[in-house]
């Protein structure tokens, strides 16, 4: 038997793959940027979704105008999970985007080609819905621009809740408030106020540059508190919202503004009791890295885990706020990769080996009918909580809601 | 990545050079990484992209490729994390306008898919990027005793799968 060579492999591979790789030119790619920042522009509302992350949706219940919560379904009998594929009738493609908004309402998005691919030739996409927390799915026919984009883009899925959701397309946004029985379209320029409500917190509430329009900017130096359709200047929180800053902002279930700060060094919180009219800036927390609070807006949380840089190695510490104070707690296990706070004092944990869990502050409690079925080999799974207090862990191939209360939960598991 | 120390700026690198040495090499370790040609290509457009938008402040970094290698990488390893499909697969091989790869490197292409994706993050950069254990832990974010077992086992079932293919073809 030859002995395989890998470096000499390797070394091959580069000498014979490498001239197969063109660089374009210099133009090429500033022609690129231009695009990225364009396209950066109508996605701002997305990003700042994401750099503030789940917790901006804690204040369910808060808006009149909204879908009322519903009752969650009732908890399974035997333990087991619920196992369900998301497959509507009579839609074509890959599921591109699913987004549930509470423990019923969710939007699917099919794609029978990539969002990336420029020629969408012959592609078409698709949206579905479901009322019952995904038992049954109802194709939800888009106007025909959707298909037939003058421009190359992404599309992507911007609910509020049940009834009022912005599908992204590559024109600009096609935005039903009826739960998908009719569409108005508005070009890339015009989000209209539902749309930017999408990528705010419950009240409105986002941190984008001063002077913004409706496109929602974030490429400045210094950022602000702002609230869409609020007459004149809010007081700005006590810190220095710099632009390339980890910032977040959670509009909590009790009323209370949280905006957090870091660059590097400690995180920096500031919280507000009366809708952004005075702030406290709290005591910093070496160490800390995000915070938490759970949805009703009751516990708030400090920990030193970020998704970004994560490690089994890493101590993972854990602070809560007791008495407006923080009080460290017994540490994390160390393969928790994921955390979320919910109601109930509880912390919602997923590990590197797709197990999920509660964290008590003080130990672990395991969820065993969801123990390492949660992880698609390499990709561990991660936990968000939804402003019902809903669990959402999500992995490439699957999405399990976790829908009751404290611990005692029903989980189903939608199938990509 | 490290930057400079203060007062220690090295002089800058000018942004074309930097891009016509390096496109190349980072595109050869996405595309082991990948196994799709198209694909490489385009992240690593991309991530030399955000490497320009902050031009200014990453040239005087110590080693700007270090920051493009991580970018790129970061790019490809949220890209496969996406549901592929048939048809984008075939959509994909429609758009590739590149010479067909040789037998070697099909070879060694077919050999890295059957690894998983932390042992072929971590073979490719250790033999495509040249990084060491400690550079690589470094960007993945694990421990360095991580690494050497993701390579050690990624080296006995490429040799394994290699032997066979080689067995297989002299048969």
């Known amino acids: ?416 | 990545m490290t930057a400079a120390p203060p007062g220690a700026d090295p002089p800058p690198v000018d942004f074309s050079e930097f891009y016509q040495a390096h496109f190349q090499r980072v595109a050869v370790q996405l595309y082991a990484y990948l196994g799709d040609h198209a694909e490489a290509q385009d992240l690593t457009q991309e991530a030399f992209c955000r490497t320009l938008e902050r031009w200014e402040r990453i040239s005087a970094y110590d080693d700007p490729s270090a920051f493009v290698r991580r970018v790129a990488w970061n790019l490809a390893t949220s890209r496969l994390r996406r549901v592929r499909t048939a048809v984008r697969h075939l959509a994909r091989q429609r758009e590739e306008h590149v010479p067909g790869p040789g037998p070697d490197r099909v070879m060694l292409l077919e050999a890295l898919t059957i690894l998983p994706a932390a042992q072929r993050r971590a073979i490719v950069l250790h033999h495509l990027a040249q990084l060491t254990v400690a550079e690589i832990a470094d960007q993945l974010g694990v421990p360095e005793g991580t690494v050497k077992s993701w390579l050690s086992r990624a080296r006995a079932a490429l040799a394994r799968h290699l032997t066979e293919r080689q067995e297989a073809g002299r048969a």
Request: proline content about 9%.
């Open chain 1, 1 to 416: 038997m030859r002995e395989i060579n890998l470096d000499q492999l390797f070394a091959e591979f580069e000498a014979t793959a490498a001239p197969t790789f063109r660089p374009p030119g210099i133009a090429d790619l500033q022609r690129r940027m231009r695009r990225r920042r364009s396209w950066r522009s109508l996605l701002a509302g997305l990003v700042v979704l994401l750099l503030t992350g789940p917790g901006v949706y804690a204040t369910a219940g808060l808006d009149a105008d909204r879908d009322p919560p519903d009752p969650a379904p009732s908890p399974t009998p035997d333990g087991q999970v619920i196992e369900r594929k998301v497959n509507p009738l009579g839609v074509a493609g890959r599921l591109a985007d699913l987004r549930f908004v509470d423990a019923r309402h969710g939007w699917a998005l099919f794609d029978t080609c990539s969002p990336e691919d420029t020629d969408r030739t012959g592609c078409r996409i698709d949206l579905a819905r479901t009322a019952d927390g995904g038992a049954t799915w109802q194709r939800t026919p888009l106007p025909d621009t959707a298909n037939n984009p003058r421009w190359a883009g992404p599309y992507y899925l911007l609910p509020l809740d049940g009834r009022n959701l912005t599908v992204g397309v590559p024109d600009g946004y096609l935005v039903t408030t009826d739960g998908g029985a009719s569409f108005t379209e508005h070009p890339r320029e015009s989000p209209p106020e539902v749309t930017r409500l999408a990528v705010a917190t419950r009240r409105g509430y986002l941190l984008q540059c001063p002077g913004s329009g409706p496109l929602i900017e974030i490429n400045c130096a210094e950022w602000e508190l702002a609230r869409i359709g609020a007459a004149g200047v809010l007081t700005q929180p006590p810190v220095t919202l710099s632009g390339e800053a980890e910032k977040g902002l959670i509009d909590g279930g009790d009323g209370r503004i949280w905006v957090t700060f870091r660059n590097g060094g400690p995180l920096t919180v500031a919280v507000s009791h009366d809708d952004a009219a005075t702030w406290e800036k709290l005591p910093a927390v070496s160490g800390a890295t995000q915070l938490l609070v759970s949805p009703d807006g009751r516990d708030a949380w400090l920990v030193s885990l970020t998704h970004a840089d994560f490690d089994t190695s890493a101590a993972k510490r854990v602070w809560r706020m007791v008495s407006d104070r923080w009080q460290e707690r017994t540490q994390l296990p160390p393969d928790t990769n994921s955390v979320a706070a919910v109601n109930g004092g509880l912390l919602a944990v997923t590990n590197m080996w797709g197990n999920v869990g509660y964290w008590t502050g003080d130990r672990y409690l395991d969820v065993p009918e969801l123990r390492r079925r949660l992880t698609s080999g390499e990709h561990p799974p991660t936990v968000q909580v939804l402003p019902d207090d809903t669990i959402v862990v999500t992995t490439p191939t699957d999405t399990t809601l976790g829908t009751g209360p404290t611990q005692t939960r029903t989980w189903i598991r939608h199938l990509h």
